[in-house]
């Protein structure tokens, strides 16, 4: 199972993807593979914030990918 801190930029990125096509919650997570509740936080966070990707994931990504994101 996925905890929230594993998952990376690219895969924050695909989540609000896959949520703003309509798919479910459940759905989502069967896709990660991680519990339900990890797909409402991301979300959340995102409805929050606007920021598909919390600040703390950033300081873990070089220079260029953030560029890119």
């Known amino acids: 199972m996925v905890k929230i ?3 990376n930029a690219e895969q924050y990125e ?6 703003k ?11 990660f593979q991680c519990d339900k509740t990890i797909i409402h ?3 959340k966070h995102f409805k ?3 920021f598909a990707i919390p600040k ?14």
């Open 48 to 50: 929050e914030t606007g």
């Open 5 to 7: 801190k594993e998952l």
């Open 14 to 19: 695909e989540i609000l993807y896959s949520y």
């Open 41 to 43: 936080d991301v979300i």
């Open 21 to 31: 096509q309509g798919d479910s919650y459940q759905k989502i997570a069967d896709i």
């Open 56 to 69: 703390n994931i950033y300081r873990h990504l070089p220079t260029q990918k953030i560029q890119e994101l």
